[in-house]
């Protein structure tokens, strides 16, 4: 069945390993062979499907490959074994013409989303699948107009993917699609009340296809989105959840809620989804926004989410020389919960001593990313005792010069990532770092790529390069 559902993925693409997890949670595949939490049993799969059997490619081991770890796909030499074996027992189909319609099929995928605005193809799975039909897949490339999916007449359907194509607004018809447990779209108009008539929803993924916004504008779910008692994933790209209306509303069960501003990150929001494990927060920056501004103030009710795992944060626009100049307090470090293992920070712009203090406050802090002048300044020197849990650390577009780690920093280090670092000259690794297993430097001074290659000759490991230069 996992190896199966895979073959709906388009060949020789890399598929969202998180997205796929939640699909097979929705349809409830993993809950009936799972007790408790299922996500060893799915590492677990993946990793049988990958090294044992070479059913499934695990690019991110792949030297040729420059992917983020944990990018999977079904090898092409099974990938038409997946589909046609799948459509023969009726289990999934994925449509190829207009005239590919099968009888009878639980779920439906295309890799062309075009062919659902056919008349002829929605009228045969009108008449053929949608009675049967429990998911409906759009993996096609992105798709600037609507589809007809009011039109296809489905009752028991529990997964809708169509976050590649465009809707001007949120159809109204898809709330009426009351077995739905996985949603994902493109719109960029206001979400109806009617969507808490999908009260089984687990997963709500909407996104936006353009980022135009009105001055003073600030876009909310309607406030009966905390009826959904059922909720484990919010993505709201744009959008922030408003203050419930009701002391008892709550969101118990929400684990992740991505793509907010500060506005959800109020003492009276975050009081309602205690267990929240996943927090993404993109703030936009815009050219009339007050400069005196601290746009990172009013975070510091994150901690108190002690249940808190990762945290992302990115500043879009960011104005670096600006606000570097005009804050003293740039990251107020009550932000931060000791319950971390994963951060990621973007376009922040602050100078590297605050990282230090940073990891000071995060004794359990295993995956650090930093993009796009998260910090700033030629010198990063990571002081003793610092980061004793992290595993991995990216560094991406920054005007870092020297890379410092002291003696008893970062015991526990395998992978080191720069990206785009094109002022890197020096390299240093203390003379207790043992554990280090990989260095991957992309399009990076030849100063920086010289010093890492000293560095090898010592610590013995591996040394990805790739430059331009």
Same mark, same amino acid.
């Given at each position: 069945?996992?190896?199966?559902?895979?073959?709906?993925?388009?060949?020789?693409?890399?598929?969202?390993?998180?997205?796929?997890?939640?699909?097979?949670?929705?349809?409830?595949?993993?809950?009936?062979?799972?007790e408790?939490?299922? #996500?060893?049993?799915?590492?677990? %799969? /993946?990793?049988? =499907?990958? @090294?044992?059997?070479?059913?499934? !490619?695990?690019? *991110?081991?792949?030297?040729?490959?420059?992917?983020?770890?944990?990018?999977?796909?079904?090898?092409?030499?099974?990938?038409?074994?997946?589909?046609?074996?799948?459509?023969?027992?009726?289990?999934?189909?994925?449509?190829?013409?207009?005239?590919?319609?099968?009888?009878?099929?639980?779920?439906?995928?295309?890799?062309?989303?075009?062919?659902?605005?056919?008349?002829?193809?929605?009228?045969?799975?009108?008449?053929?699948?949608?009675?049967?039909?429990?998911?409906?897949?759009?993996?096609?490339?992105?798709?600037?107009?609507?589809?007809?999916i009011?039109?296809?007449?489905?009752?028991?359907?529990?997964?809708?993917?169509?976050?590649?194509?465009?809707?001007y607004?949120?159809?109204? #018809?898809?709330?009426?699609?009351? %077995? /739905?447990?996985? =949603?994902? @779209?493109?719109?960029?108009?206001? !979400?109806?009340? *009617?969507?808490?008539?999908?009260?089984?929803?687990?997963?709500?993924h909407?996104?936006?296809?353009?980022?135009?916004?009105?001055?003073?504008?600030?876009?909310?779910?309607?406030?009966?989105?905390?009826?959904?008692?059922?909720?484990?994933?919010?993505?709201?790209?744009?959008?922030?959840?408003?203050?419930?209306?009701?002391?008892?509303?709550?969101?118990?069960?929400?684990?992740?809620?991505?793509?907010?501003?500060?506005?959800?990150?109020?003492?009276?929001?975050?009081?309602?989804?205690?267990?929240?494990?996943?927090?993404?927060?993109?703030?936009?920056?815009?050219?009339?926004?007050?400069?005196?501004?601290?746009?990172?103030?009013?975070?510091?009710?994150?901690s108190?989410?002690?249940?808190?795992?990762?945290?992302?944060?990115?500043?879009?626009?960011?104005?670096?020389?600006?606000?570097?100049?005009?804050?003293?307090?740039?990251l107020?470090?009550?932000?931060?919960?000791?319950?971390?293992?994963?951060?990621?920070?973007?376009?922040?712009?602050?100078?590297?001593?605050?990282?230090?203090?940073?990891?000071?406050?995060?004794?359990?802090?295993?995956?650090?990313?930093?993009?796009?002048y998260?910090?700033?300044?030629p010198?990063?020197?990571?002081?003793?005792?610092?980061f004793?849990?992290?595993?991995?650390?990216?560094?991406?577009?920054?005007?870092?010069?020297?890379w410092?780690?002291?003696?008893?920093?970062?015991?526990?280090?395998?992978?080191?990532?720069?990206?785009?670092?094109?002022?890197?000259?020096?390299?240093?690794?203390?003379?207790?770092?043992?554990?280090?297993?990989?260095?991957?430097?992309?399009?990076?001074?030849?100063?920086?790529?010289?010093c890492?290659?000293?560095?090898?000759?010592?610590?013995?490991?591996?040394?990805?390069?790739?430059?331009?230069?």
């Amino acid at each position: 069945m996992f190896f199966l559902y895979m073959g709906a993925f388009p060949p020789y693409e890399n598929w969202n390993i998180d997205a796929l997890k939640d699909m097979l949670s929705a349809e409830g595949f993993l809950q009936a062979i799972a007790e408790g939490s299922f #996500e060893p049993l799915f590492i677990s %799969c /993946l990793d049988n =499907l990958s @090294l044992y059997h070479h059913l499934v !490619l695990d690019t *991110s081991h792949e030297d040729e490959y420059w992917y983020w770890a944990g990018t999977y796909r079904v090898h092409s030499c099974w990938q038409h074994f997946c589909k046609k074996e799948a459509s023969r027992i009726k289990f999934m189909h994925v449509l190829q013409s207009c005239d590919d319609v099968i009888k009878d099929q639980r779920r439906l995928c295309a890799h062309w989303n075009s062919l659902f605005c056919i008349n002829q193809v929605c009228d045969s799975i009108k008449s053929d699948c949608a009675s049967t039909a429990r998911s409906l897949l759009c993996f096609g490339p992105y798709h600037p107009y609507p589809l007809p999916i009011h039109a296809m007449d489905f009752k028991l359907l529990r997964v809708l993917f169509a976050r590649d194509v465009r809707f001007y607004h949120f159809p109204i #018809e898809i709330s009426k699609l009351v %077995c /739905l447990q996985w =949603l994902g @779209l493109s719109c960029n108009g206001d !979400l109806p009340a *009617s969507i808490s008539n999908l009260f089984h929803l687990q997963f709500l993924h909407i996104t936006r296809y353009m980022t135009i916004k009105k001055r003073g504008f600030q876009s909310y779910l309607p406030v009966q989105i905390w009826n959904m008692q059922e909720l484990q994933c919010l993505v709201i790209q744009g959008r922030d959840l408003p203050t419930p209306n009701t002391d008892e509303a709550t969101l118990n069960k929400l684990d992740a809620l991505i793509g907010v501003s500060a506005n959800s990150c109020t003492m009276e929001v975050l009081k309602r989804i205690p267990n929240l494990k996943e927090l993404g927060i993109v703030v936009e920056l815009k050219p009339y926004d007050d400069d005196e501004t601290n746009p990172l103030s009013s975070l510091s009710y994150i901690s108190k989410l002690q249940n808190l795992d990762v945290l992302r944060y990115q500043i879009q626009n960011p104005k670096i020389k600006r606000k570097f100049r005009k804050y003293r307090t740039i990251l107020p470090l009550s932000m931060f919960p000791s319950s971390l293992t994963e951060l990621y920070l973007r376009g922040v712009g602050c100078p590297w001593k605050y990282m230090n203090d940073i990891g000071s406050l995060l004794p359990n802090l295993s995956i650090l990313q930093l993009k796009c002048y998260a910090f700033r300044g030629p010198e990063w020197e990571i002081k003793l005792g610092s980061f004793l849990k992290l595993t991995k650390l990216e560094i991406r577009d920054t005007d870092l010069v020297q890379w410092r780690p002291q003696r008893g920093s970062l015991p526990r280090l395998l992978k080191l990532i720069m990206k785009h670092c094109y002022k890197l000259q020096q390299l240093d690794l203390p003379d207790d770092q043992s554990c280090i297993k990989t260095i991957e430097l992309v399009e990076c001074n030849p100063l920086g790529v010289a010093c890492a290659n000293q560095l090898k000759h010592k610590f013995s490991f591996k040394l990805t390069t790739r430059s331009s230069f």
